[in-house]
């Protein structure tokens, strides 16, 4: 028993910020973030969008692509590390927006991984017989975490969301799936603050040490990669595309080098989105499936870094829609 994507779906929020609306806000220049980032602008959620709106909209272009209705559908994982609130979680409030009843609904924190992770856990469930049809969901808001005084870190984020339906099969689909994480770097990447006895205490925003991030993301990128490969018994040449977790031009650049994966097979949109953290790898998976970049039979590696340090890799066989 195997599990297979059968329709994806992304969504971008109306607003965007260039570069240049960013030299308005803090000390910085088109030239700087390019150069250094490969990013020229970001989409930013309106005041009254929530994770949960975001995926709403992906997820009901998963659906149709996939031809389910709700009723249909049997397990929501939403990967995020800006939820609505507290709790509920995210993904039980898109459940009721969705009108799916009574099924498993729950959010992955594994930040910018949590897409990876999350399409992992709903791969087990399928091969456990569990569900049949999985909804999985990377939504995010930075723009509420990051800090707009910060030019360190407020050039890099914007928002979004991207959708996958997941059903069973006989034939993959998911090949295998590889997750790590490492939590004595847990203060390299983090937002430390919480909020407790009705005050957020500490900082509400990111805190991110970026050399430390860079070089353990180039590293950890190219190793499960070619742990994925191994346990497969493929090579890079066998890779039809690679989707990265979009963060920095940079970090693919090097990461996909080191493979020996030319850049025509990388999908990327780190230029126009940002890094969308767990949003990241579903919207440029879902733009290369429209545009159809990606075919039936293709094989497609799927890896994620993020806070925690968390990272992993999904590789899998693209089949018919
Ligand atoms: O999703 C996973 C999470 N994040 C990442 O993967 C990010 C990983 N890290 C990175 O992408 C890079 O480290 C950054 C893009 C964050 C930074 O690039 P860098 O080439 O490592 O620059 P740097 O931090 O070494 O900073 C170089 C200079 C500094 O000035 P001095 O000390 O050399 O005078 C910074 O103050 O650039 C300055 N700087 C800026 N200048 C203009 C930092 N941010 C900006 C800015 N505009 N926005």
Redesign the pocket.
């Known amino acids: 028993m195997y599990s297979r994507i059968i329709g994806t779906g992304s969504y971008l929020p109306e607003k965007i910020l260039t570069n240049q609306d960013?030299e308005r806000i803090?000390?910085?220049?088109d030239e700087?973030?390019h150069s250094?980032?490969g990013i020229t602008q970001r989409h930013i959620a309106a005041d009254d969008q929530m994770a949960s709106d975001l995926a709403l909209n992906a997820s009901k272009m998963a659906m149709e692509m996939a031809n389910l209705v709700a009723d249909e559908i049997d397990l929501i994982i939403v990967a995020t590390t800006t939820p609505d609130m507290i709790f509920p979680s995210t993904a039980c409030i898109l459940q009721e927006k969705l009108g799916v009843k009574d099924c498993p609904a729950f959010d992955i924190q594994a930040?910018?991984s949590g897409f990876v992770y999350a399409l992992a856990m709903a791969d087990m469930f399928i091969r456990a017989g569990k569900c049949r049809n999985a909804l999985v969901v990377g939504s995010e808001i930075y723009s509420n975490i990051v800090d707009w005084n910060d030019?360190?870190?407020?050039?890099?984020f914007g928002d979004g969301a991207g959708a996958v339906i997941l059903t069973k099969d006989e034939q993959p689909g998911i090949l295998s799936s590889h997750l790590h994480a490492n939590g004595s770097y847990s203060k390299a990447?983090s937002v430390p603050g919480n909020i407790s006895r009705g005050k957020i205490q500490g900082n509400p925003y990111i805190s991110?040490e970026?050399?430390?991030?860079?070089k353990f993301?180039v590293k950890v990128l190219e190793d499960v990669a070619r742990e994925a490969m191994a346990e497969n018994n493929l090579q890079a040449s066998d890779i039809d595309w690679l989707i990265p977790?979009?963060?920095?031009i940079?970090?693919i650049k090097s990461t996909a080098k080191k493979l020996g994966i030319p850049m025509e097979k990388v999908v990327t949109t780190v230029e126009k989105h940002g890094?969308t953290?767990a949003a990241?790898i579903p919207l440029a998976l879902d733009i290369a499936v429209r545009d159809g970049r990606i075919k039936s039979g293709q094989l497609v590696l799927l890896e994620?870094?993020?806070?925690g340090f968390t990272w992993g890799a999904v590789l899998l066989r693209w089949g018919d829609l």
């Open positions: 960013l803090v000390d910085t220049s700087w973030i250094r980032t930040v910018c030019r360190s870190t407020c050039v890099l990447l991110m970026g050399n430390t991030v860079f993301a977790h979009q963060a920095n940079r970090i890094n953290s990241s994620g870094i993020g806070g």
